[in-house]
């Protein structure tokens, strides 16, 4: 078997929709293996578990090599995060690292094996890709968020420092007690609590709630809506020019270069 055939054969075998199955059963299997690990068992049980983790390791090194030969152009293959990410987890994977100093890195990594999931389903790809897109933007929503609990927070620490310093002693308690307002979490007892003193200071805890849960999460599930539905447009274009349909660039092209043709062919004017 030559290196045409080899690479045609693995192509086959990765682009395989039951050999994707089974690699994503796989890291399921791998999270359930790690889950079981947790927990106190029998040393025979636990020999077994070792020797299935072997054989997952081996499996994963498999599906590298497969998708490894089935790339056109291998010395990109590298060039993708993915890739690499995979690669790494792998094999650190293969390191004898369970009985050493370092074991407890080695069950880090075969952690992170579950990550492998993302790498594996184009979808989620695309979810974290977005995700990672949004990140510029969603920066600018924290840091006005930041600026919301800073003042908030200063406000709580003058009036409500006095009623319970255990909740309000100094402006980083202060922002600790508003994310608990925030994420809902009896926070209705802290605010009866200073209503006792101050009866309007539910102002300050419904204003803060509507500005942080609602307008805040609301922009957040914006930005990143926004964001997914221009990946899926940049991935359907994408796919488009694979299956060689026209693009609205290349119909604008084609129509602006048969009014040229026209003009040309259009008898001078005397």
Do not use: C
Not at 246 to 253: M, N, P, R
Request: hydrophobic share 55%; proline share 3%; net charge negative.
């Amino acid at each position: 078997m030559n290196i045409q055939q080899l690479q045609a054969a693995s192509q086959a075998v990765r682009d395989n929709k039951a050999f994707e199955l089974f690699v994503v059963a796989i890291i399921i299997f791998s999270a359930l293996l790690i889950g079981a690990k947790t927990y106190s068992i029998p040393d025979t049980l636990m020999v077994v578990l070792n020797w299935l983790d072997t054989g997952i390791t081996v499996i994963f090194l498999i599906e590298i090599v497969i998708r490894f030969l089935a790339a056109p152009d291998k010395k990109r293959f590298f060039h993708n995060g993915w890739n690499l990410f995979d690669t790494l987890v792998v094999v650190v994977s293969l390191i004898p690292v369970d009985h050493s100093d370092m074991a407890l890195i080695g069950r880090l990594v075969r952690i992170f094996r579950v990550l492998r999931m993302v790498s594996i389903i184009p979808e989620l790809r695309m979810l974290l890709n977005s995700l990672l897109r949004a990140l510029p933007q969603l920066g600018y929503v924290l840091l006005l968020m930041f600026i919301i609990y800073y003042i908030y927070a200063a406000i709580g620490t003058t009036f409500f420092e006095p009623i319970n310093d255990v909740l309000w002693g100094d402006i980083s308690i202060s922002m600790l007690t508003l994310f608990r307002v925030m994420t809902f979490e009896d926070w209705t007892d802290v605010m009866y609590e200073t209503m006792a003193v101050y009866p309007l200071s539910w102002i300050f805890y419904l204003s803060f709630i509507f500005l942080t849960t609602f307008a805040f999460l609301n922009m957040v599930i914006g930005i990143v809506v926004n964001v997914l539905e221009d990946e899926h447009a940049q991935e359907k274009a994408e796919q488009d020019a694979a299956d060689g349909k026209a693009t609205l660039d290349d119909l604008a092209a084609e129509i602006r270069e048969l009014k040229a043709l026209l003009q040309q062919q259009q008898p001078p004017k005397s």
